[in-house]
Protein backbone atom coordinates (compact mmCIF):
# COMPACT_ATOMS: atom_id res chain seq x y z
CA UNK A 1 0.00 0.00 0.00
CA UNK A 2 2.76 2.49 0.77
CA UNK A 3 4.36 1.43 -2.68
CA UNK A 4 1.21 2.96 -4.24
CA UNK A 5 2.08 6.55 -2.60
CA UNK A 6 -1.23 8.15 -3.90
CA UNK A 7 -4.94 9.12 -2.58
CA UNK A 8 -6.95 5.70 -2.85
CA UNK A 9 -9.75 7.92 -4.48
CA UNK A 10 -8.20 7.08 -8.32
CA UNK A 11 -9.12 3.30 -7.80
CA UNK A 12 -12.56 4.03 -7.47
CA UNK A 13 -12.66 5.78 -10.59
CA UNK A 14 -10.71 3.20 -12.30
CA UNK A 15 -13.07 0.78 -10.94
CA UNK A 16 -15.97 2.44 -12.25
CA UNK A 17 -14.53 2.82 -15.97
CA UNK A 18 -16.31 1.16 -18.76
CA UNK A 19 -13.09 1.06 -20.29
CA UNK A 20 -11.50 -1.99 -20.81
CA UNK A 21 -8.82 -3.02 -23.01
CA UNK A 22 -7.56 -6.38 -23.79
CA UNK A 23 -4.40 -6.45 -21.77
CA UNK A 24 -2.48 -8.29 -24.76
CA UNK A 25 -3.23 -6.01 -27.02
CA UNK A 26 -2.27 -2.54 -25.32
CA UNK A 27 0.56 -0.34 -26.47
CA UNK A 28 3.42 -0.16 -24.19
CA UNK A 29 5.98 3.17 -23.78
CA UNK A 30 9.24 2.53 -21.82
CA UNK A 31 11.02 6.13 -20.35
CA UNK A 32 14.45 6.13 -19.49
CA UNK A 33 15.50 9.41 -17.47
CA UNK A 34 19.06 10.14 -17.87
CA UNK A 35 19.71 12.18 -14.63
CA UNK A 36 22.74 14.50 -14.14
CA UNK A 37 22.40 16.34 -17.84
CA UNK A 38 23.96 13.88 -20.34
CA UNK A 39 26.19 15.13 -23.21
CA UNK A 40 23.92 14.79 -26.06
CA UNK A 41 26.46 16.50 -28.55
CA UNK A 42 28.99 13.56 -27.63
CA UNK A 43 26.03 10.90 -27.65
CA UNK A 44 25.09 11.53 -31.07
CA UNK A 45 27.93 13.52 -32.53
CA UNK A 46 27.35 16.44 -34.87
CA UNK A 47 30.97 15.39 -37.23
CA UNK A 48 29.95 17.31 -40.18
CA UNK A 49 30.38 20.51 -37.66
CA UNK A 50 34.35 21.86 -37.21
CA UNK A 51 33.18 24.33 -34.60
CA UNK A 52 32.71 20.94 -32.90
CA UNK A 53 36.20 19.27 -33.22
CA UNK A 54 37.44 23.31 -32.37
CA UNK A 55 35.80 23.69 -28.84
CA UNK A 56 36.57 20.14 -28.04
CA UNK A 57 40.13 19.53 -28.19
CA UNK A 58 39.83 16.52 -25.82
CA UNK A 59 37.00 14.45 -25.39
CA UNK A 60 35.51 15.54 -29.18
CA UNK A 61 34.66 11.95 -30.67
CA UNK A 62 36.93 11.36 -33.61
CA UNK A 63 35.08 11.41 -37.18
CA UNK A 64 33.43 8.50 -38.73
CA UNK A 65 36.33 5.74 -40.01
CA UNK A 66 39.02 7.18 -37.89
CA UNK A 67 40.49 5.61 -34.86
CA UNK A 68 37.44 5.26 -32.27
CA UNK A 69 35.08 7.63 -34.53
CA UNK A 70 31.71 7.87 -33.92
CA UNK A 71 29.79 5.74 -35.99
CA UNK A 72 27.93 7.04 -38.68
CA UNK A 73 24.17 7.89 -39.26
CA UNK A 74 23.68 9.84 -42.39
CA UNK A 75 26.86 12.04 -43.45
CA UNK A 76 26.52 14.58 -40.63
CA UNK A 77 25.72 12.75 -37.53
CA UNK A 78 27.22 9.59 -35.88
CA UNK A 79 26.49 7.67 -32.78
CA UNK A 80 29.23 7.55 -30.06
CA UNK A 81 31.32 4.17 -30.35
CA UNK A 82 29.76 2.93 -26.98
CA UNK A 83 26.66 2.96 -28.43
CA UNK A 84 26.80 0.43 -31.29
CA UNK A 85 24.74 -2.38 -29.55
CA UNK A 86 21.78 0.30 -31.23
CA UNK A 87 23.27 0.67 -34.66
CA UNK A 88 21.03 -2.68 -35.46
CA UNK A 89 18.10 -0.79 -34.29
CA UNK A 90 19.18 2.40 -36.75
CA UNK A 91 19.64 -0.49 -39.82
CA UNK A 92 16.17 -2.02 -39.18
CA UNK A 93 14.63 1.40 -38.74
CA UNK A 94 13.46 1.16 -35.47
CA UNK A 95 15.54 3.56 -33.69
CA UNK A 96 15.23 7.49 -34.36
CA UNK A 97 17.15 10.49 -32.89
CA UNK A 98 15.59 13.97 -32.64
CA UNK A 99 18.46 16.55 -31.53
CA UNK A 100 18.52 20.14 -30.66
CA UNK A 101 15.71 19.00 -28.24
CA UNK A 102 14.37 20.15 -24.76
CA UNK A 103 13.29 22.92 -22.69
CA UNK A 104 12.83 26.42 -23.21
CA UNK A 105 12.83 27.24 -19.87
CA UNK A 106 16.45 28.62 -19.03
CA UNK A 107 17.18 27.19 -15.84
CA UNK A 108 20.16 25.02 -15.45
CA UNK A 109 19.84 23.59 -11.98
CA UNK A 110 19.17 20.18 -12.61
CA UNK A 111 16.31 19.71 -9.93
CA UNK A 112 14.34 22.69 -11.62
CA UNK A 113 14.91 20.92 -15.02
CA UNK A 114 14.09 17.32 -14.10
CA UNK A 115 10.73 18.82 -12.06
CA UNK A 116 9.83 20.64 -15.30
CA UNK A 117 10.33 18.14 -17.86
CA UNK A 118 8.43 15.28 -15.63
CA UNK A 119 5.73 17.33 -14.83
CA UNK A 120 5.89 18.53 -18.57
CA UNK A 121 5.05 22.19 -17.73
CA UNK A 122 8.29 24.06 -17.72
CA UNK A 123 8.91 26.81 -15.97
CA UNK A 124 5.15 26.20 -13.41
CA UNK A 125 5.91 24.98 -10.15
CA UNK A 126 1.78 24.56 -8.92
CA UNK A 127 1.33 21.16 -11.34
CA UNK A 128 2.31 18.77 -8.86
CA UNK A 129 1.44 15.67 -10.71
CA UNK A 130 3.71 13.99 -13.55
CA UNK A 131 2.93 13.77 -17.23
CA UNK A 132 2.67 9.90 -17.37
CA UNK A 133 0.34 9.81 -14.36
CA UNK A 134 -1.66 12.60 -16.47
CA UNK A 135 -1.84 9.84 -18.78
CA UNK A 136 -3.12 7.19 -16.47
CA UNK A 137 -5.83 9.45 -15.08
CA UNK A 138 -7.46 10.42 -18.58
CA UNK A 139 -7.38 6.44 -19.74
CA UNK A 140 -9.25 5.15 -16.58
CA UNK A 141 -8.85 1.47 -17.01
CA UNK A 142 -8.99 -0.97 -13.84
CA UNK A 143 -5.76 -2.55 -13.87
CA UNK A 144 -3.02 -1.41 -10.95
CA UNK A 145 -0.82 -2.66 -12.82
CA UNK A 146 -0.94 0.10 -16.00
CA UNK A 147 1.30 2.10 -14.55
CA UNK A 148 5.06 1.08 -12.78
CA UNK A 149 8.36 2.88 -11.99
CA UNK A 150 11.49 0.49 -11.43
CA UNK A 151 12.81 3.21 -8.95
CA UNK A 152 13.73 2.84 -5.55
CA UNK A 153 11.22 5.68 -4.98
CA UNK A 154 8.14 6.97 -7.26
CA UNK A 155 9.51 9.41 -9.46
CA UNK A 156 7.95 12.80 -10.16
CA UNK A 157 6.45 11.36 -14.08
CA UNK A 158 4.29 9.04 -12.32
CA UNK A 159 3.24 10.51 -9.53
CA UNK A 160 -0.32 11.74 -8.76
CA UNK A 161 -3.56 10.52 -8.71
CA UNK A 162 -3.80 7.75 -11.49
CA UNK A 163 -2.76 4.12 -10.56
CA UNK A 164 0.89 3.56 -10.63
CA UNK A 165 3.41 1.54 -8.34
CA UNK A 166 6.74 1.93 -8.02
CA UNK A 167 9.07 -0.65 -6.73
CA UNK A 168 13.25 -1.35 -6.18
CA UNK A 169 12.57 -5.19 -7.93
CA UNK A 170 9.06 -7.58 -8.29
CA UNK A 171 10.84 -9.85 -5.81
CA UNK A 172 10.91 -7.08 -3.33
CA UNK A 173 7.21 -6.43 -3.77
CA UNK A 174 6.11 -8.41 -1.33
CA UNK A 175 4.79 -7.51 2.90
CA UNK A 176 4.80 -8.97 5.51
CA UNK A 177 6.31 -12.67 4.07
CA UNK A 178 4.99 -12.39 0.56
CA UNK A 179 1.68 -11.87 -1.16
CA UNK A 180 0.14 -15.27 0.32
CA UNK A 181 1.50 -15.56 3.33
CA UNK A 182 -0.57 -14.70 6.90
CA UNK A 183 0.64 -11.19 7.72
CA UNK A 184 -0.58 -10.23 4.38
CA UNK A 185 -3.90 -12.34 5.15
CA UNK A 186 -4.26 -10.83 8.12
CA UNK A 187 -3.77 -7.25 6.79
CA UNK A 188 -6.32 -8.28 4.05
CA UNK A 189 -9.00 -8.57 6.62
CA UNK A 190 -8.43 -5.31 8.31
CA UNK A 191 -8.42 -3.11 5.44
CA UNK A 192 -11.55 -4.85 3.75
CA UNK A 193 -13.49 -4.21 6.91
CA UNK A 194 -12.86 -0.55 6.39
CA UNK A 195 -15.95 1.46 6.55
CA UNK A 196 -14.89 4.08 3.65
CA UNK A 197 -15.43 2.14 0.55
CA UNK A 198 -13.67 3.62 -2.14
CA UNK A 199 -10.59 2.80 0.68
CA UNK A 200 -12.03 -0.73 0.75
CA UNK A 201 -11.56 -0.10 -3.39
CA UNK A 202 -8.04 0.87 -3.03
CA UNK A 203 -7.06 -1.93 -0.68
CA UNK A 204 -8.70 -4.91 -3.22
CA UNK A 205 -6.43 -3.03 -6.05
CA UNK A 206 -3.19 -2.96 -4.20
CA UNK A 207 -3.74 -6.76 -2.75
CA UNK A 208 -4.55 -8.05 -6.36
CA UNK A 209 -1.40 -6.15 -7.75
CA UNK A 210 0.52 -8.23 -5.03
CA UNK A 211 -1.38 -11.34 -6.19
CA UNK A 212 -0.41 -10.94 -9.72
CA UNK A 213 3.32 -10.20 -8.40
CA UNK A 214 3.29 -13.08 -6.35
CA UNK A 215 2.67 -15.51 -9.53
CA UNK A 216 4.82 -13.82 -11.75
CA UNK A 217 7.93 -14.76 -9.05
CA UNK A 218 6.70 -17.76 -8.65
CA UNK A 219 9.20 -19.14 -11.26
CA UNK A 220 13.02 -17.69 -12.18
CA UNK A 221 12.45 -15.56 -15.20
CA UNK A 222 14.80 -16.33 -17.85
CA UNK A 223 15.56 -13.31 -20.49
CA UNK A 224 15.04 -14.59 -24.02
CA UNK A 225 16.13 -13.72 -27.59
CA UNK A 226 19.97 -14.16 -26.64
CA UNK A 227 19.45 -10.96 -24.29
CA UNK A 228 22.37 -10.41 -21.56
CA UNK A 229 21.46 -7.34 -19.41
CA UNK A 230 23.87 -5.07 -17.98
CA UNK A 231 25.21 -6.22 -14.35
CA UNK A 232 23.77 -3.43 -13.25
CA UNK A 233 20.37 -1.76 -10.96
CA UNK A 234 19.90 -0.30 -14.56
CA UNK A 235 20.05 -3.54 -16.52
CA UNK A 236 18.45 -5.41 -13.80
CA UNK A 237 15.33 -2.61 -13.67
CA UNK A 238 14.94 -3.26 -17.77
CA UNK A 239 14.79 -6.88 -17.69
CA UNK A 240 11.95 -6.14 -14.87
CA UNK A 241 10.17 -4.55 -16.89
CA UNK A 242 10.54 -7.21 -19.92
CA UNK A 243 8.94 -9.83 -17.16
CA UNK A 244 6.27 -7.87 -16.53
CA UNK A 245 5.75 -6.87 -19.92
CA UNK A 246 5.69 -10.45 -20.96
CA UNK A 247 3.33 -11.80 -18.25
CA UNK A 248 0.74 -9.40 -19.72
CA UNK A 249 -0.43 -8.02 -16.73
CA UNK A 250 -1.37 -4.61 -18.10
CA UNK A 251 1.21 -3.00 -18.14
CA UNK A 252 1.37 0.35 -20.23
CA UNK A 253 3.76 2.83 -18.80
CA UNK A 254 7.28 1.66 -17.53
CA UNK A 255 9.54 4.05 -16.37
CA UNK A 256 13.48 3.47 -15.11
CA UNK A 257 16.36 5.89 -14.61
CA UNK A 258 20.04 5.74 -14.85
CA UNK A 259 22.25 8.29 -13.08
CA UNK A 260 26.00 10.05 -13.11
CA UNK A 261 25.44 11.61 -16.35
CA UNK A 262 26.89 14.73 -14.40
CA UNK A 263 30.41 15.57 -15.76
CA UNK A 264 32.19 18.34 -15.50
CA UNK A 265 35.76 17.19 -14.62
CA UNK A 266 37.86 14.63 -16.81
CA UNK A 267 34.45 13.54 -18.93
CA UNK A 268 36.37 11.45 -21.77
CA UNK A 269 36.02 10.97 -25.13
CA UNK A 270 35.79 7.62 -26.89
CA UNK A 271 36.83 6.21 -23.65
CA UNK A 272 36.48 7.15 -19.66
CA UNK A 273 32.93 8.17 -17.72
CA UNK A 274 30.18 8.90 -20.23
CA UNK A 275 31.64 6.29 -22.42
CA UNK A 276 30.95 4.17 -19.60
CA UNK A 277 27.47 5.17 -18.78
CA UNK A 278 26.88 4.74 -22.40
CA UNK A 279 28.22 1.31 -22.09
CA UNK A 280 25.35 0.09 -19.65
CA UNK A 281 22.94 2.41 -21.59
CA UNK A 282 23.07 0.96 -25.17
CA UNK A 283 23.40 -2.83 -24.15
CA UNK A 284 20.54 -2.46 -21.72
CA UNK A 285 18.56 -0.98 -24.60
CA UNK A 286 20.02 -3.80 -26.86
CA UNK A 287 18.76 -6.40 -24.11
CA UNK A 288 15.57 -5.55 -23.35
CA UNK A 289 14.96 -5.13 -27.38
CA UNK A 290 15.70 -8.45 -27.65
CA UNK A 291 14.30 -9.77 -24.74
CA UNK A 292 10.75 -8.30 -25.95
CA UNK A 293 10.75 -10.40 -28.90
CA UNK A 294 7.75 -9.68 -30.96
CA UNK A 295 6.29 -7.14 -27.89
CA UNK A 296 8.93 -4.77 -29.14
CA UNK A 297 6.16 -4.51 -32.15
CA UNK A 298 4.18 -2.39 -30.05
CA UNK A 299 6.59 -1.09 -27.70
CA UNK A 300 8.27 2.36 -28.14
CA UNK A 301 11.36 2.97 -25.72
CA UNK A 302 12.38 6.91 -25.41
CA UNK A 303 15.31 8.63 -23.04
CA UNK A 304 15.54 12.26 -22.12
CA UNK A 305 18.00 14.30 -19.76
CA UNK A 306 17.08 17.08 -18.23
CA UNK A 307 19.40 19.46 -20.31
CA UNK A 308 22.59 19.34 -22.39
CA UNK A 309 26.25 20.15 -21.91
CA UNK A 310 27.97 23.16 -22.96
CA UNK A 311 29.40 22.81 -26.58
CA UNK A 312 32.88 23.86 -25.44
CA UNK A 313 34.55 21.35 -23.16
CA UNK A 314 36.21 22.98 -19.73
CA UNK A 315 38.98 23.62 -18.13
CA UNK A 316 38.84 20.24 -16.70
CA UNK A 317 38.28 18.19 -19.29
CA UNK A 318 34.48 18.22 -18.86
CA UNK A 319 31.47 19.90 -19.67
CA UNK A 320 29.01 22.48 -17.98
CA UNK A 321 25.06 22.71 -17.71
CA UNK A 322 23.79 23.21 -20.88
CA UNK A 323 20.60 23.50 -23.50
CA UNK A 324 19.66 21.56 -25.89
CA UNK A 325 20.17 17.84 -25.63
CA UNK A 326 19.05 14.75 -27.75
CA UNK A 327 16.44 12.27 -27.20
CA UNK A 328 16.60 8.67 -28.59
CA UNK A 329 13.21 6.40 -29.55
CA UNK A 330 13.37 2.83 -30.35
CA UNK A 331 10.78 0.24 -30.93
CA UNK A 332 8.49 -0.91 -33.55
CA UNK A 333 6.43 1.76 -34.44
CA UNK A 334 9.43 4.08 -34.36
CA UNK A 335 9.73 5.90 -38.27
CA UNK A 336 13.74 5.26 -37.54
CA UNK A 337 17.13 5.27 -39.71
CA UNK A 338 16.57 9.08 -39.32
CA UNK A 339 17.72 12.05 -37.32
CA UNK A 340 14.59 14.31 -36.55
CA UNK A 341 14.49 17.86 -35.30
CA UNK A 342 16.13 21.18 -36.88
CA UNK A 343 19.79 21.48 -36.45
CA UNK A 344 20.75 25.18 -35.44
CA UNK A 345 24.05 24.89 -35.76
CA UNK A 346 27.51 25.38 -33.58
CA UNK A 347 28.65 28.56 -34.75
CA UNK A 348 28.63 31.40 -31.67
CA UNK A 349 25.95 32.91 -33.50
CA UNK A 350 24.08 29.83 -33.05
CA UNK A 351 24.15 28.74 -30.07
CA UNK A 352 22.19 29.87 -26.65
CA UNK A 353 23.67 32.60 -24.77
CA UNK A 354 26.15 31.79 -27.07
CA UNK A 355 27.84 29.03 -25.16
CA UNK A 356 25.18 26.02 -25.83
CA UNK A 357 23.31 23.99 -28.16
CA UNK A 358 20.33 26.12 -29.08
CA UNK A 359 16.69 23.97 -28.67
CA UNK A 360 14.71 24.26 -31.58
CA UNK A 361 12.26 21.17 -30.66
CA UNK A 362 10.12 21.44 -27.47
CA UNK A 363 10.24 17.82 -25.61
CA UNK A 364 6.46 17.98 -25.22
CA UNK A 365 6.42 17.86 -28.93
CA UNK A 366 7.84 14.52 -28.56
CA UNK A 367 5.56 13.88 -25.80
CA UNK A 368 2.73 14.79 -27.55
CA UNK A 369 3.38 12.56 -30.56
CA UNK A 370 3.79 9.22 -28.16
CA UNK A 371 0.59 10.14 -26.59
CA UNK A 372 -0.95 10.75 -29.51
CA UNK A 373 0.42 8.34 -32.25
CA UNK A 374 1.41 5.29 -29.95
CA UNK A 375 -1.09 5.25 -26.39
CA UNK A 376 -3.65 6.41 -28.62
CA UNK A 377 -5.30 9.26 -26.53
CA UNK A 378 -7.07 12.12 -28.80
CA UNK A 379 -5.50 14.99 -28.99
CA UNK A 380 -8.63 16.73 -27.12
CA UNK A 381 -7.03 15.38 -24.19
CA UNK A 382 -3.45 16.62 -24.63
CA UNK A 383 -4.20 19.83 -23.19
CA UNK A 384 -5.06 17.51 -19.67
CA UNK A 385 -1.57 15.32 -19.72
CA UNK A 386 0.30 18.24 -21.13
CA UNK A 387 -0.99 21.37 -19.78
CA UNK A 388 -0.49 25.41 -21.77
CA UNK A 389 0.62 23.04 -24.21
CA UNK A 390 -2.29 23.32 -26.94
CA UNK A 391 -0.57 23.62 -30.34
CA UNK A 392 1.85 20.53 -30.37
CA UNK A 393 4.59 20.54 -33.79
CA UNK A 394 4.55 17.08 -35.32
CA UNK A 395 8.47 15.66 -35.09
CA UNK A 396 8.31 12.66 -37.22
CA UNK A 397 9.66 10.15 -35.11
CA UNK A 398 6.54 7.51 -35.14
CA UNK A 399 5.12 5.71 -37.93
CA UNK A 400 1.30 6.38 -37.30
Not at 83 to 93: E, K
Not at 362 to 374: C, I, K, M, Q, S
Amino acid sequence: MVSLGVPPAFLARAAASNRVTPRSSRPLLVVIFQRGAADGLNMVVPHAESTYYDLRPDIAIARPGMADGALDLDGTFGLHPRLQPLQPLWNNGSLAVVHACGSHDPTRSHFDAQDFMESAAPGDRSIRDGWLNRYLQVGLIADPLRGVAVTSTMPRALAGTGAALSMASIDEFSLLGGAHGPGVAQLKRAYLRAADSEFQESAVAAFEAMDELGAITDDRYEPTGGAEYPDSPFGQALQEIAQLAKAEVGLEVAFTETSNWDHHVNEGGAEGQLANRLDELATGIEAFSLDLGTRLADTVIVTMSEFGRTVAENGNRGTDHGHGNVMLLAGGPVRGGAVYGTWPGLAESDRYEGRDLAVTTDFRDVFAELLTGHLGIGEVWLDQVLPGFTAPTPVGPLAF
